[in-house]
């Protein structure tokens, strides 16, 4: 079966419908910069000489500002996504597998903003026990999700 394509029934590209869609969008891509950029700080926390305790606490205040922040950037990217979504009717109905798989996405991304803040704390207790290398490879993980996700909303495979 191909997919649908079609505007549900009942929904309209209103004006305010894509101003919404808008800021979904902004909101997400801000998200993800922070996603993609606090593991980056990991890797450098993780690699501060013991002795170096001006650098640690300086990438720390960063980590934490930025946790914060994006923190703040998710709430109204999943509540507009919310809003697209039940609001909307975007993704619901019959043809659209795509949202299911989307959604799951979206709930695998809040757990890693979620682990990234654990993380944080660890490395404000002194408690880190993984390397630069495990953060590197940690730090691909919203990237291959992001890839997914776009492919989901774009192609809607199912």
Not at 23 to 30: N, P, W
Not at 53 to 81: I, N, W, Y
Request: glycine letters at 8%; proline letters at 5%.
């Amino acid at each position: 079966m191909a997919p649908s394509y079609a505007i549900p029934a009942g929904v309209a590209y209103t004006a305010r419908m894509l101003w919404v869609k808008t800021f979904h969008i902004v909101f997400i891509a801000s998200w993800f910069a922070g996603l993609f950029y606090l593991p980056r700080i990991f890797v450098n926390l993780a690699m501060v000489d013991p002795g170096s305790v001006a650098e640690r606490e300086r990438l720390l205040l960063m980590a934490r500002k930025l946790l914060r922040f994006m923190t703040l950037l998710a709430v109204p990217a999943l509540g507009l996504g919310l809003w697209l979504w039940l609001g909307y009717g975007i993704g619901l109905g019959p043809g659209n597998g795509w949202m299911h798989a989307k959604l799951a996405v979206v709930l695998v991304l809040i757990g890693y903003h979620v682990a990234c803040a654990r993380l944080l704390r660890a490395f404000e207790a002194g408690a880190n026990r993984r390397s630069h290398h495990w953060y590197r490879w940690f730090n691909e993980v919203p990237v291959i999700l992001m890839v997914v996700a776009v492919a989901l909303v774009v192609i809607k495979p199912f």
